[in-house]
């Protein structure tokens, strides 16, 4: 389908803090409480609206077990977007956001825009992290936060949608060279706003054939 | 999971439409593609996730996920290129087939082997078969990476349709086979002496000649045939796999006048039939058989430099200077696609062997309108379709858990010895939880990652800083344990 821009997002995060369930979510409007272990990465893509343009979400959704560390980090490169999960009802979780977030902007490019999210929000009764704490840390290092729900569906959609408001303003501030595929973003074929090569040939920025 | 049931359906569409969707390239000269561009069936991805994988820059290593989908658990794994291609060149298939007696009606493979596969059973138990439990038929179990060169096209006619020659050139000896197979396991790959010759042998011309299928006499041991030569029955399998090889070249070369057939492939392929494995290999992909940490090389590969002696015979040794010319021609055409790399940083430097994919092998299928360039040249006269067959007895041992079969394009090959590849291999099956059904689809996940390597400033880079591959690679680790729980 045509689209204006496609992002790159990555969700990362500790293994069991929802990371599959999220973008299920997302992209399927469904929960589903017991998830296969994710072993080294699945894909999910959407489409969504901002400003009235078509813009395309490929998802990235890693492994959070220790064991895929390296793996993981190798999946950064080329995000525009990333996701960093951790889940309320276990402190633990939290207390890993540090290392998350420093392999995060050592192997990703400096533009991107990072979302904090706590999900399980749900799960009231079991909290052990303080909305206030989330909001603190996400304020200490510069992240946009918010509490979620992939069971309920509770700030889903928000979460996915702000990250790519908040990447499309970089975009329009210049902050993001488009035509370097690296940063996550590419120009789809109805784009608006042609860069240098003129919107037919940006659409087909990802392909050549040898 | 809706969405690739929804992805399963329109790529079963787009097989049916395979005329009709390359149509869109159709501008009177161009013909419509014989399939559309694919990842391997078995990995089950929808077209957004094909779409994903086609990254270039974070290079995400694609992994078999549904363990049941594949015989013996065997693990899966494959990574795209740096950049040189678009696509993916790399394709595999992995199928349990069966084979019948050929009926009195002539027909084609497509159709004859169609409502033989298991794999399209919903669920893929159908691939847990159990050996010769048809009344008629022998099962047999079928692994194949091909890896395509100057376009996709060629593999992934190969990776939908390699395997139902097999089974057609099969047809022809099945009854021989079969004889066999009702002796107790104890004497397959035994000497043929051991069994009654007369029932077990025929003339390999008989045997393509189709006169092992005579009507009407299924049951009768093969008296007719006691002549001059003995021919163990692993022999006519061998057979079978090298004609269904030059078979799947011919059917290229035919149908390049009705449809787009891209470039030329390699293909390494494997089928475990009546306890042996038969590794067949035109290209230079490789298999290596790791037990109790020893290695067992199961292919060799056929490059300009390994060839050497076969250009030699084929132009007659009086025109040396022409298969000097060719050499040379080969070692031009590396030079000219290096210069046209996109990532010539990845590229670069410390160049192995591994040149590019163009022409540095010479078997495979395909290539048939392949020319020197700049110049009325074929090249397909030098290349050869026919593969080299290896067979293993897998009953003459007792394997364990960790004993594989590693498969891999050269994409893996380039970068890492068979040593580490080993040592990677034992190291990690040694680590994991021995019930852990991903265990082969992990290790082999390992093997991508090192020889992928990680992004740094200049490149891919793997162990010791030595340069990753920046090809495209497929890796299958195939658990040899499974072989014996199946007798």
Redesign the interface.
Known sequence: MAYAYLF?YIIIGDTGVGKSCLLLQF??KRFQPVH?LT???????RMITIDGKQIKL?I?DTAGQESFR??T???????AGALLVYDITRRDTFNHLTTWLEDARQHSNSNMVIMLIANKSDLESRREVKKEEGEAFAREHGLIFMETSAKTASNVEEAFINTAKEIYEKIQEGVFDINN??NGIKIGPQNPMPGPTGPHNAGQA????? | ???RMKSAVANFMGGIMAGSSGSDHSNGSELPMRFPYVRPEFLGLSQ??I?????H???????L?ETKRLPWSTGY?EVINAG???HNEDQASCEVMIVKKKTGVQSTPNKTSSNKRRSSLPNGEGLQLKESTEVDGITFQYWALFDGH??AGAAVVASKLLHHHIVEQLQDVVDILKNSAVLPPTCLGEDPETTSANSRTLTRAASLRGAAGAPGSPSTPQTRFFTEKKVPHECLVIGALENAFKEMDLQIERERSAYSISGGCTALIVVYLLGKIYVANAGDSRAIIIRNGEIIPMSSEFTPETERQRLQYLVSPTKEALVHLFLNIFLAYKTIEED?L?FPLIYGEGKKARVMATIGVTRGLGDHDLKVHDSNIYIKPFLSSVPEVRVYDLLQYEHGADDVLVLATDGLWDVLLNEEVSEAVTNFLACCDPDDP?RY??AA?DLV?RARG??KDRGWRISNDRLGSGDDISVYVIPLIHGNKLT
């Not at chain 1, 990802?206 to 040898?210: I, Q, R, T, V």
């Not at chain 2, 820059?57 to 992994?63: S, Y």
């Open positions: 790159k992209t399927d296969d072993i080294g990465v699945e894909f999910g893509a490929q990235w390296s793996i980090r190798s999946y950064y490169r080329g995000a595929e690296a990802g392909g050549s054939c040898c | 999971m809706l969405t957004d996730e779409e994903c994988s086609a990254d820059i974070a290079r995400p290593i694609l992994i996920k794994a040189k291609s678009t100057a376009g046209d996109k991903h689809t992990l996940q990652m990680v992004l």
